[in-house]
């Protein structure tokens, strides 16, 4: 008798800040963080949702909630210093839309509704560059299936990445998988950031680096 094939699915590791949670992020993280956390019952009745998986400190995901006010936007991350960040915001500019899930993202994807997502974000995925941590990598087949499931048909993935060795990774994930069609065709068509995403911290470090960034864009298809 076979033994069935164990499905690898990517470790996360909560990121270590580099100086100590303050007392006022402690704060916003222990109490005004339940606020804003997702519940199924919370978003069960919006028709329309976009999904952020890593936020880092919300620049993206807090331009997205202004510029769609009749979504519902998911902000996954596990980086605490980046969740209290988002939270102050959210506080502080009175947005109503953004829902967030401080955990694991296969934890999130398997609570949302099949085909119940519009656009799903990845930017700057950490691109694990030494060999024994690519196991730590998002971006793979077993991930690729998961968030099919939950994006609607025609539904939008953007990608953005400044490492070129987690490009090939990404492109070659997404080319091998019949269920998505790369939009930019080429790679000469991703040098422009789409006008759905805005600079973040991160887009600024690459810049600081002097990094190519590609911002790749994918539709499901079926």
Known sequence: MKKSKKILIPLFYKKKPRRPLSKKQKGLLKFTLQKFL?????????????????????????????KNGDKLIIGCEIYEPGIANLVSKIESENLKNIYIFPENIFSLLSKLKKNSIEKIFILYPDPWPKKKHYKRRLISSVFLNKINSVLKTNGIVFVSTDSEDYLKVILNNFLLNKNFLW???????????????????????????????YFLKFKKIC
């Open 38 to 66: 997702f519940k199924k019952e919370k978003v069960q009745n919006s028709k329309k949702r976009f999904l952020e998986i890593g936020f880092g400190y919300g620049e993206n995901i807090i331009h997205l909630s202004k």
């Open 183 to 213: 939009v930019n065709k080429k790679i000469s068509n991703c040098y422009k950031r789409p006008k759905d995403l805005i600079e973040t911290k991160y887009e600024k470090k690459a810049n600081i680096k002097n990094n190519k960034k």
